[in-house]
């Protein structure tokens, strides 16, 4: 095997492997996280409820060219193309037929060939990687610049999702236990130095919003954190379906030889930014389901770990089992794809997919009320995907969930009293949840594609009423800012009670 054997399949492999995602990104039904991010880039800010601003920022972009889905997907799509290019880069001078072997298992592992959907992972993913792309050149050739870029990367990555903090980590730990890092502290603190603007304006969004950002992520989406013995086992398996069980077995077999990745000056780097947060999760796991999705920003520092740990024999034999594991995936897909609705009839999907699938007759069986009632569902996910392709904001009404909140910004309640209401459920609803804030309410429902929806037409929509009935709950529940936060505004608060503090009340 020659250095031109893996280097000739390149640009096919690129090639190829682009046009698949672009074939996917294309027929892909769009789903309800990216349609709620979409709302984000529909209305740019410098921050959101749930995440960072990245992803709205550059789905702002891509609705400048076009709102079709594989527009809207491109950054994700051209982002996990261009860091195969990178991974061939950062090891080429080290061995070129392992550069390129590492470049091509990137490209055809499922990790990057199936993710096209546009989520907050993008950003993350893509500037996690250009900053340790650029330390390890930095470590490399000692210029400031380079550290500069690294430290302006991962304010990038940090306006991209909270998950860049494990990033941090593994950086820091690599300067504190790597005497060449040490050396280059004056670097280091560049790198710091870059980074802070980005995360100032996160920090200053959040303060002047309630620290809506953190509310969520440390507060109120951990509710339901406690040991169970399955939840590392999962993790476990995710690690195992991530790294493909062939890998996994030549890292068991190769197990005496790891410890290379720490004491090689090249990879220690690569180590630290991958182990450390694998570390981190793992602990985690043993009171959270980690979400496969969590791992993704990491994952391209393991195919730099693994020129370094397996063989060239052993990395072919790999890149042929993931064509094979890869082309699994992409029949599974094919064959979800091509099923008829009748297949779903009988599944607990049955609405899930008439939403995702059939939108168009849906928002059908809905126009007659358009004119007449402001549109609303019970959660985020549906309301996203109607907003999509309907053309107008769909709202939640209710108190809804923890997660994806940003209706409470969008969403002004008191432009809507005495307007009327139309709320589509995927269940059927109860006059306790709806009639007390209605002047009267109506119930209706239709079947499509064997999946049963439900209307209730609200009339006469009593804002007084849903502010003391279900904002009042929301505002206490997802609104109680600890008292250590220094606030300098809510927008919760401010719009529905202005005379009142956001913060829990104190303990006798």
């Known amino acids: 095997m020659t250095v031109r054997s893996a280097r000739s399949w390149l640009m096919p492999a690129l090639l190829a492997t682009l046009a698949i995602k672009l074939v996917l990104s294309a027929v892909l039904p769009f789903s309800g996280d990216e349609a709620y991010f979409l709302i984000w ?27 079709a889905a594989w527009v809207l997907r491109l950054p994700i799509v051209l982002f996990t193309s261009f860091i195969g290019y990178g991974l061939y880069r950062l090891l080429r001078e080290w061995d070129e037929e392992k550069a390129a072997l590492a470049a091509l298992l990137y490209w055809v592992s499922p990790v990057n060939l199936i993710g096209v959907l546009i989520t907050t992972d993008a950003g993350l993913i893509f500037f996690s990687f250009i900053s340790v792309w650029l330390l390890a050149r930095a470590m490399q050739n000692g210029k400031t610049r380079y550290f500069v870029g690294a430290g302006a990367a991962f304010g990038l990555a940090c306006l991209s999702k909270y998950f860049a903090a494990l990033l941090g980590l593994g950086i820091l730990a690599y300067w504190a236990a790597t005497p060449q890092a040490r050396a280059r502290s004056r670097g280091f603190v560049w790198l710091c130095a870059a980074s802070l603007p980005f995360i100032a304006l996160n920090v200053y969004w959040n303060y002047s919003h309630c620290w809506a950002n953190i509310m969520f992520n440390v507060f109120n989406r951990n509710d339901d954190a406690k040991f169970a013995w399955y939840k ?25 030889t790891l410890s290379a990745a720490w004491t090689d000056a090249r990879f220690r780097l ?4 991958f182990v450390l947060p694998m570390a981190i999760f793992a602990l985690l796991s043993l009171e959270k389901i980690i979400g496969l999705h969590w791992l993704l920003s990491f994952y391209p520092f393991l195919f730099v770990l693994l020129a370094l740990w397996l063989s060239q024999v052993e990395m072919w034999k790999t890149l042929r089992f993931l064509l094979v594991f890869s082309g699994v995936h992409l029949a599974a897909l094919a064959v979800i794809g091509l099923l008829p609705m009748s297949a779903w009839q009988a599944t607990r999907y049955a609405d899930g997919a008439v939403i995702l699938l059939k939108h168009e007759e849906l928002l059908d069986r809905l126009e007659p009320y358009r004119d007449r009632f402001a549109l609303a569902t019970d959660g985020y996910s549906t309301a996203a995907i109607l907003s999509y392709h309907a053309h107008q ?19 002004d309640f008191r432009e809507l009293d005495g307007r009327n209401i139309l709320i589509f459920l995927k269940h059927p609803p109860t006059f306790d949840d709806y009639g007390p804030y209605f002047k009267s309410i109506e119930f209706s429902d239709f079947t499509l594609y064997g999946a049963k929806f439900y209307l209730v037409l609200g009339h006469d929509f009593s804002y007084t009423a849903y502010r003391e009935g279900v904002l009042r709950r929301i505002k206490d529940k997802y609104y109680a800012v600890p008292r250590y936060l220094p606030m300098g505004g809510c927008y919760f608060c401010e719009r529905y009670f202005p005379n009142e503090s956001c913060r829990p009340p104190r303990a006798p």
Do not use: C
């Not at 939640?396 to 969008?410: P, Y």
């Open 41 to 67: 880039g529909q209305r740019p800010d410098f921050g959101f409820y749930d995440h960072p601003p990245m992803v709205g920022w550059l789905l702002w972009l891509m609705l400048h060219i076009s709102d």
């Open 232 to 256: 590392p086992l999962v993790y476990l398996l995710i690690h195992v379906y991530l790294t493909t069980p062939l890998v996994v077995w030549w890292l068991v077999k190769k197990r005496k």
């Open 270 to 273: 690569f180590a630290f930014v």
């Open 393 to 411: 904001n769909v709202f939640v009404f209710g108190e809804g969930s923890s997660h994806a909140r940003h209706d409470d910004i969008v969403t």
